[in-house]
């Protein structure tokens, strides 16, 4: 049985991602900040698959040795999801505090790298990194500064380990707009009802994970509609 480490899964697209990987017998490790939502989230997923959970700060370097010793040798996929968004509301980047940037990279860009860094040697011919960003990463929203950048180094540092790496799979994914709670955090008291669950980018995510797409940037509205007209 193959291993998963899926960062942030204890709710949002993490754990729509792993209830789908755990129907299908993948063996996961699952972390998240909140100790209690992480344990309903592991006994759920318990009555499906084998499944350790280990709550922590991903930005935490006892926390991701953790992780990465709990997969074990069998580890073929990791997923960096976790993320912070930062200030909410978020401010523009002429009044963004400094100190918060630091923490916003260091969750969004540094901690999976450094996971990264742990599983390497793990990883067999054809494992797969999943990286998840945002459009933010791309384009110039305003007030997206602090988040924005950050995913974009993110993307970056998953460019050049393709190109490192070319025996495994690196991939960035954009998930598109999604009813969660870091979204919520952006547009605080706005309604965003009519953002779709985070289950309807799981297929796409499931694409990559299990197809022979080559490394690279995807959006999950893509590879969906792909997935459709198969």
């Known amino acids: 049985m193959s291993s998963a480490i899926i960062t942030g899964a204890s709710r949002g697209l993490g754990l729509a991602l ?27 997923l318990a009555d499906l698959t084998e499944v350790v959970a280990v709550s922590g700060d991903v930005a935490d370097p006892d926390h ?71 459009d933010a990463a791309v384009e110039g929203y305003e007030g997206w500064g602090g988040y924005g950048s950050s995913k974009a180094a993110l993307e970056q540092l998953g460019n050049v380990l393709a190109a490192e790496h070319p025996e495994l799979r690196v991939y960035t994914v954009d998930p598109g707009d999604m009813r969660t709670q870091l979204h919520q955090e952006a547009f605080p008291g706005e309604d965003i009802s009519d953002r779709p669950p985070p289950e309807e980018s799981v297929p796409g995510l499931l694409a990559l994970i299990e197809g022979e797409l080559p490394s690279g940037r995807y959006r999950v509205a893509d590879l969906v509609a792909l997935e459709t007209k198969r």
């Open 64 to 134: 991701r040795r953790e992780l990465v010793v709990a997969a074990g040798p069998d580890l073929e996929l990791l997923v960096n999801n976790a993320s912070v968004l930062g200030p909410s509301p978020q401010p523009r980047l002429a009044d963004y505090p400094l100190d918060v940037l630091e923490q916003v990279y260091a969750v969004n860009a540094l901690a999976p790298l450094a996971l990264v860094q742990l599983v390497l040697p793990l990883l067999p011919a054809g494992g797969r990194i999943v990286n998840i960003t945002s």
């Open 18 to 44: 792993a209830r789908a990987l755990a129907g299908r017998g993948r063996r996961l490790v699952i972390d998240a900040r909140g100790a209690d939502a992480l344990e309903t989230a592991r006994a759920e």
